[in-house]
């Protein structure tokens, strides 16, 4: 265990905090991290700038969004739930409306990319959506599978509640909750009633700002970090949304040469962290996830909930590339045709070879260090 108390440790408590308020683009308020996850991240942003009873505005249309209204619910808000098609996003009409009828909405509730469905939904639409009505809400967004992964401002979609966790783009074993604040959501800190503690941004903000913690942070973890930003910083965040981009797509046209569906239901919603797949009738999800793990050592995502057994999920977040994808495709492939779908193997893993022989084309190639000259060369010559 390394001194979190050291008088050097500052260094890297600063470094780590400016990384993330990069990562977010959130260069005007400021960024937290809990010891926790995702979901301990949801929990600070409402204890800290709601009170109980207050009407908040959320839509429900995957197992991610629904368990943020059980949290929100079991947490005394009032929640005003709008319910969607799974496989929809972001209902911003209804938001829009919701938001003209009732200025009482103290919080307006987004999941930017459900994991559960493979759906991005437009976070910047929301934010004019309540601009337009008016709204002096609070944007609480959870970004736990996009932030690092898919383009994401903070500072300029007025987003006041950034979530996301380690483990997902920005690749380190779970185990760190982060939160970026707007100032508004700071000064609504100040004088929301929710009772917290552990989570508490002011217990934060006093020992943060010093370059430590109010208890013991995961140290190991804040390394990680480090070495995660540095990583994402060395290949440039365009860059890394534009690969996702490329390899989400890869596998999106590998599905359509199965002749499968997408849960998402309109190419605006396709995720390009998470690629939810409608298996055929008489195929059961949960066995080809199974038989993935079982025979051919592959992490495939179940269906969750309300889409329990008839997807199957590939997450193509963080550290991966082309050729990670082109293996999850094949293994995709056998475990549907073990799992009695109509699948030809190789059929998608072509599709994809030539999505992205064609789209790396003109990407600059990685620069080889020239190979020292050996010995036994040098003797022949
Ligand atoms: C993974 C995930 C969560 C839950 O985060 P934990 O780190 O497991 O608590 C919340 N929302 C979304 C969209 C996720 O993908």
Redesign the pocket.
């Known amino acids: 265990m390394e001194d979190h108390r050291a008088p050097d440790f500052p260094d890297l408590v600063f470094e780590v905090l400016d990384g993330l308020a990069r990562v977010l683009g959130n260069q005007e308020g400021r960024v937290f991290l809990y010891p926790?996850?995702?979901?301990?991240?949801?929990e600070a942003a409402i204890s800290n700038t709601l009170n109980r009873g207050d009407r908040v505005l959320m839509a429900r249309f995957?197992q991610?969004?629904h368990?943020?209204v059980d949290m929100a619910r079991r947490l005394g808000l009032d929640v005003v739930c709008v319910d969607v098609e799974w496989g929809e996003g972001v209902p911003v009409d209804e938001f829009e409306r919701q938001l003209a009828a009732d200025p009482t909405i103290k919080g307006v509730f987004v999941?930017?990319?459900?994991?559960?469905t493979g759906v991005t939904s437009d976070v910047a639409a929301v934010r004019r959506a309540m601009d337009a009505t008016g709204s002096t809400a609070l944007l609480y967004v959870?970004?736990?599978?996009?932030i690092a992964s898919i383009d994401f401002r903070q500072d300029e979609w007025g987003v006041d509640l950034a979530?996301?966790?380690?483990?997902?783009g920005l690749m380190l074993p779970?185990g760190l909750?982060v939160l970026g604040v707007s100032q508004k959501a700071l000064a609504a800190a100040e004088t929301a009633t929710m009772e917290r503690c552990y989570f508490s941004f002011a217990d934060m903000i006093a020992t943060n700002d010093l370059g430590y913690f109010p208890y013991t942070p995961p140290v190991a973890l804040l390394h990680g970090m480090s070495a995660s930003l540095g990583r994402l910083f060395e290949e440039g965040l365009d860059e890394v949304f534009r690969r996702h981009h490329r390899l989400a797509e890869g596998v999106r046209r590998g599905v359509a040469a199965w002749g499968l569906d997408l849960c998402a239901k309109a190419p605006e919603w396709y995720s390009d962290t998470?690629t939810a797949i409608r298996v055929p009738e008489h195929v059961d999800g949960a066995a080809v996830c199974r038989i993935g793990y079982e025979r051919y050592r592959t992490s495939f995502g179940g269906g969750l909930s309300k889409v329990a057994g008839k997807v199957f999920r590939i997450g193509h977040l963080g550290d991966l590339n082309e050729v990670s994808c082109l293996a999850a495709l094949a293994a995709a492939e056998m475990s549907l045709a073990d799992a009695g779908a109509d699948v030809p193997l190789g059929a998608g893993v072509a599709a994809a070879q030539e999505y992205y022989r064609d789209a790396t084309r003109d990407l600059a190639p990685v620069a080889v260090a020239a190979a020292p000259q050996s010995p036994d060369t040098r003797r022949t010559a």
């Open positions: 926790g996850s995702g979901t301990g991240a949801w995957g991610f969004s368990l943020w999941v930017h990319n459900e994991t559960a959870d970004g736990v599978s996009s979530v996301t966790g380690s483990q997902k779970a909750g998470v």
